[in-house]
């Protein structure tokens, strides 16, 4: 059983009204810094999951990735592939074992203010064939306005949480050049098998300002390959929380730049 390896350094704050988030993590693009994690058993679901997170862009006009995986059999096609554009646009992409496209959606929306703090709440589901399929939130609301949208053409296998391709959060592992992340990130979740709204996630305060809510008390359910990275462990800020099966223990945490 093992969790994220840390391969980053560094720590961020966050705060919110009722709830506070004391802890996150900062990635450094020239330090080339990222999490893996390799999941030890078959997924709960190849086609439906959740992934929800806070992320502050640390430099704008550059693409950056937010989490990765590769296809069981595909040499350069991505089962998830979520980030941010060299234009500050947003892309989720879901891809098939010879690199065409399951799922995608490409933002007209740009982020490109580096003093804001962001929570996209992600739900695929390959079951679908409508906009169903991938839904994107962006602090509480949902994202309508795509420069490109494709669903399935019939319900379709993802191979998201596979077991046979890390996931990785903050580089493309095929090609990792140029694809680091350079972000603040806080209470990363991912959901292997369900389905979810931001509103399990996030909630908004009596000013009508989207905040953080207690992950640990939402009652979530993870699935085999699902976690939780809240980055309170400044030893091991990859160690997942979940519970899940795959990634209760972590594995020794090794750094290929600076030190905490």
């Known amino acids: 059983m093992t969790g994220f390896r840390n391969l980053m350094t560094g720590a961020a704050g966050a705060a919110s009204g009722g709830y506070e988030v004391d802890n996150g993590m900062v990635l450094n693009d020239n330090d080339s810094q990222y999490l893996s994690f390799l999941p030890s058993q078959?997924?709960?679901?190849?086609?439906?999951?959740?992934?929800?997170?806070?992320?502050?862009?640390?430099?704008?006009?550059?693409?950056q990735k937010i989490i990765t995986q590769?296809?069981?059999?595909?040499?350069?096609?991505?089962?998830?592939?979520?980030?941010f554009l060299t234009d500050d646009r947003f892309e989720v992409l879901c891809e098939n074992t010879s690199g065409g496209v399951n799922i995608k959606r490409r933002t007209t929306q740009l982020f490109r203010?580096?003093?804001?703090?962001?929570?996209?709440c992600i739900r695929i589901d390959g079951s679908q064939t409508n906009d169903t399929s991938c839904t994107i939130e962006v602090n509480g609301a949902?994202?309508?306005?795509?420069d490109t949208k494709t669903n399935p053409s019939s319900s379709t296998d993802l191979a998201t949480f596979n077991n046979v391709k890390a996931l990785n959060i903050g580089r493309l592992e095929r090609s990792a050049s140029g694809t680091y992340g350079d972000y603040y990130l806080s209470e990363f979740v991912g959901i292997d098998g369900t389905a979810l709204a931001a509103s399990n996630f996030a909630e908004y305060d009596n000013n009508g300002v989207w905040r953080p809510i207690s992950i640990e008390d939402a009652g979530l359910?993870?699935?085999?390959?699902?976690?939780?990275?809240?980055?309170?462990?400044?030893?091991?800020?990859?160690?997942?929380?979940?519970?899940?099966?795959?990634?209760?223990?972590?594995?020794?945490?090794?750094?290929?730049?600076?030190?905490?």
């Open 113 to 120: 203010d580096p003093h804001a703090w962001y929570h996209f």
């Open 70 to 83: 590769g296809q069981e059999s595909g040499g350069v096609a991505e089962s998830i592939h979520i980030y």
């Open 42 to 63: 078959a997924p709960t679901s190849d086609r439906i999951c959740t992934f929800s997170f806070w992320v502050k862009r640390g430099s704008i006009s550059n693409q």
């Open 142 to 146: 949902t994202v309508t306005d795509f």
């Open 221 to 260: 359910t993870f699935g085999n390959n699902g976690f939780y990275l809240p980055f309170t462990n400044s030893a091991g800020l990859g160690q997942d929380y979940s519970g899940s099966t795959s990634t209760t223990v972590v594995q020794k945490n090794t750094y290929n730049a600076g030190s905490e």
